[in-house]
């Protein structure tokens, strides 16, 4: 029966981008990727709102009167809780994805945020702070898996020719949940005190669409031929996602990824890091993942408004600056998106951190020459703007699809584990440290940042090899040299020897 199924096919190889990949693409996104930016920014709108709940509720429930300090360590928890979720989910992805697949687990998280959703809406009405903070807990949980799987099933869904559109698909939603956060908290829509646990709960409303349609489409084929066996299961999916193509180059390709897999099974976290076959490319997840939130991008999310402000912009109108910010967002996500096919991976990551290298560069000249020169103030919004965009342009996603693309599918599961929870430590790392690094160094903490945009780009131009167009399989050849095993362990037919390798072949083995 599989045979005949790919017997029907016309010839033409499966690589343009069909309305099935599209669909999944933005449904995986619109109900997963988009709340992690809601969330990231739906926060700061109703800050003082959250405060003045809790100093309500202290004094009512325990005849306290909390100082603003208290207030402020109260926030900053319910802010950075979502952080604490988001590692915990991170290291829950790779024993989901293996028992559940890649579709199947991202139907399964949806109630987290059922549950998340409804704590935070009927929070103020219960009077119970702890809601807020455990529903953020738990919504941080849910993003925390969502943001490795999205990008690792789009990842193995995609043919080779449209894995960087597809991949960077989640990045323009997370650009586009950042900016309906801020749309949606402005004062005229739901930015009034009596509004903020509605606002907090939207997130219900996209996880409701995703949950009613997503089950209809398929698995992963990779899942469910490399870790399930099911060929004709495999077939069937990659003919709904490719119905005219020729699928059987495709088939092929992940058969012989299968062979060279055939003596393991998924690996852990501590396997893929003492695995030397893989060194490398663990190395590489390691930096984008840690220079991406240490870029300086999170501090400039924290504090837009400060800055905004020290720049002379009224308090009235910061929040239709920000908002402005928000749209920049998503225009340069859409940028990223439709130029990574044509330009490559690799240029996106260097010209991304290059160009926010120097905008926090200039925001520290700006800061420090803007009391001699009056316009020096309207030039540090700029660089503001320019890091943000120059991190939706490719630093936002890339490094999620970097990814998939590093890793065959023994590997991935743990891969996306060690790469999301060092990217949420980071995050949480920034966004405790930055205060204090600000009151210490004062504007030259941004050099901080600078330099670490700089050093990424660096090592993205003398370690990373452009995976555009590459199968998995010739992405892990490419490695094979750096992880110095392609002269220790090839044999002398040009074969590797698979068993020392612990089954991570680099080359075909019948070809």
Not at 210 to 223: K, N
Request: aromatic share 10%; hydrophobic share 45%; proline share 4%.
């Amino acid at each position: 029966m599989a045979e005949e199924i790919l017997l029907e096919s016309d010839g033409k190889h499966g690589t343009h981008l069909t309305k099935s990949l599209l669909a999944v693409a933005f449904l995986a996104s619109f109900g997963s990727s988009m709340l992690y930016g809601f969330n990231l920014a739906v926060v700061n709108s109703p800050a003082q709102y959250i405060k003045n709940f809790y100093n309500e509720t202290l004094t009512e429930s325990y005849n306290l009167t909390p100082d603003e300090r208290l207030l402020t360590i109260l926030y900053s928890v319910t802010v950075s809780i979502f952080a604490i979720g988001g590692m915990t989910g991170a290291l829950l992805v790779g024993k989901l994805v293996t028992k559940f697949g890649r579709k199947g687990t991202l139907v399964r998280a949806t109630v987290l945020v059922f549950v998340g959703g409804a704590l935070m809406g009927f929070s103020r009405s219960c009077r119970m702070p702890a809601m807020v903070i455990l529903g953020r807990f738990i919504t941080g949980v849910h993003s925390g898996i969502c943001l490795s799987v999205v990008p690792m099933y789009l990842g193995e869904i995609a043919p080779k020719s449209l894995r960087g559109f597809l991949g960077l698909v989640p990045s323009i939603h997370i650009c586009l949940g950042v900016f309906i956060a801020q749309v949606l908290g402005l004062h005229e829509l739901l930015g009034k005190e009596e509004h903020w646990p509605l606002l907090l709960s939207l997130i219900v409303f996209p996880t409701m669409i995703q949950l009613m349609l997503l089950p209809w489409f398929p698995e992963s084929p990779r899942y469910l031929l490399i870790e399930k066996g099911n060929i004709h299961a495999t077939i069937e999916a990659l003919k709904w996602y490719r119905p005219k193509g020729n699928i059987q180059a495709e088939v092929d390709e992940m058969q012989e990824e299968q062979r060279s897999l055939s003596s393991i099974h998924t690996i852990s976290v501590w396997g893929l890091l003492r695995d030397r076959c893989v060194r490398w490319q663990v190395i590489t997840i390691m930096v984008l993942n840690i220079g991406m939130q240490l870029s300086g991008i999170d501090a400039i999310w924290f504090y837009t408004n400060d800055i905004f402000r020290d720049a002379g912009i009224p308090d009235l109108n910061i929040q239709y600056t920000t908002v402005g910010t928000g749209a920049i967002e998503v225009l340069s996500g859409m940028l990223g998106c439709f130029t990574i096919e044509r330009v490559g991976r690799r240029p996106l990551i260097i010209g991304g951190f290059l160009f926010m290298g120097i905008c926090c560069a200039g925001i520290t000249l700006s800061v420090l020459f803007q009391a001699q020169v009056a316009f020096m103030r309207y030039i540090s919004v700029g660089c503001v703007v320019g890091i943000i965009a120059g991190f939706c342009i490719g630093p936002a996603g890339v490094p999620f699809l970097i990814t998939a693309e590093l890793f065959k599918q023994s590997h991935r599961p743990a891969a996306y584990t060690v790469a999301g929870v060092l990217n949420w430590m980071s995050n949480f790392t920034i966004g405790f440290v930055f205060p204090f690094l600000e009151m210490t160094m004062g504007p030259y903490c941004y050099l901080i940042f600078c330099t670490i945009c700089l050093g990424v780009a660096l090592y993205t131009i003398f370690v990373i090899p452009e995976t555009k167009n590459k199968t998995f399989m010739e992405i892990s050849q490419m490695f094979a040299a750096k992880n110095n095993i392609l002269e220790e362990e090839l044999t002398s037919n040009g074969h590797l020897k698979m068993a020392e390798m612990n089954g991570y072949g680099t080359l075909g083995l019948h070809r």
